[in-house]
């Protein structure tokens, strides 16, 4: 009897493992709230900027490359990657609603882009203020009045 | 508990599509390097080498230097394009398996730039400086620049445009 009860049991969980897994799709706000909740954990928290994620985005960081020497000073438009002339699809959701949907590809791309911009890792007031300034781009470039 | 499925998860899935590329047949032109249209391909290598770049074929490099890549993603010709361990060890599988099994030059170190293989200096002998330095071409990495099928793996004679 236990038997029985336990296969469909063993079935099931290894199912929704599986339902869960392809891509744990999540809305841009939901990230930004777990960037959010590390910010605050750090000392000096002071909430994000829209204008300070921008600034940080247009500006180089002691290396040869800003986040718009690929992405352009337009998160919502196409970039192209300044070494191979790759083109890169629309940051901006705006623009482009995969993006910010996949916490796994936005540590990745945070880690390898803050390694080639900064020579470190961002801290998550940095993410969350390009976060921010990302989420409120309108499609044409403008931003959000909120 | 739910990281635990994951991994488990991803450690299956890896395992399922290293038993699946296993299971394909050798029916393609690996060891052809004139410019055919490749046929072997895996949904991570065009997508994560293929994000920064055309992905590039296997068969340009022995599996030597594919190793040697994907042991240094951290600090790949400059830029970081580390992996996650699921993603690089099946990348790696895959790029070793479809690698160039030609005898290569043997040098101290496994080359890592397909530009620096004789293969590639012999196909490209042809194309003048003015070429390269052309801001729509940037360099030899920018296969797509001239070869307008490489996205699909096709760098064949008749879909090679050289942009003015």
């Known amino acids: 009897m236990s038997r029985l009860i336990s296969i469909p049991g063993i079935l099931f969980a290894a199912f929704a493992g599986l339902a869960v897994q392809p891509a744990v799709a999540e809305t841009p706000s939901q990230i930004l709230a777990s960037v959010e909740s590390s910010a605050k954990a750090a000392p000096g928290s002071k909430g994000f900027s829209a204008a300070r994620g921008e600034q940080f985005f247009r500006t180089t960081h002691g290396n040869d490359w800003s986040c718009a020497s690929c992405h352009t000073d337009n998160p919502a438009a196409t970039g192209k990657h300044a070494k191979t002339n790759k083109v890169i699809q629309p940051l901006a959701p705006s623009a482009n609603p995969e993006r910010v949907t996949d916490p796994a590809k936005v540590a990745k791309w945070f880690k390898r882009n803050c390694n080639d911009v900064l020579g470190r890792v961002c801290t998550p007031q940095e993410q969350g203020d390009v976060l921010v300034y990302l989420l409120g781009i309108k499609k044409w470039g403008g931003h959000h009045v909120v | ?164």
Request: charged share 25%; net charge negative; glycine share 4%.
């Open chain 2, 1 to 164: 508990m739910l990281f635990d499925y994951r991994s488990s998860f991803l450690l299956f899935a890896a395992v399922a599509l290293l038993g699946g590329m296993m299971s394909v047949a050798h029916a393609d032109d690996d060891d052809d390097e004139s410019g055919h249209k490749s046929v072997v391909s895996n949904a991570k290598w065009q997508a994560e080498c293929g994000s920064c770049h055309v992905a590039f074929p296997p068969r340009l490099l022995p599996a030597e230097s594919w190793r040697a890549m994907m042991s240094g993603l951290d600090k790949h010709f400059g830029n970081d394009a580390s992996l996650e361990a699921p993603d690089e060890l099946e990348i790696s599988a895959f790029l070793e398996k479809h690698a160039s099994k030609r005898k290569h030059e043997s040098t101290a170190k496994p080359l890592l730039r397909i530009t620096e293989t004789r293969w590639f200096t012999r196909e490209h002998r042809e194309v003048a400086e003015s070429v390269w330095n052309n801001p729509k071409v940037k360099g030899p990495a920018n296969c797509a620049a001239c070869h307008i099928q490489a996205e699909s793996g096709d760098y064949r004679e008749r879909n090679i445009k050289v942009p003015r």
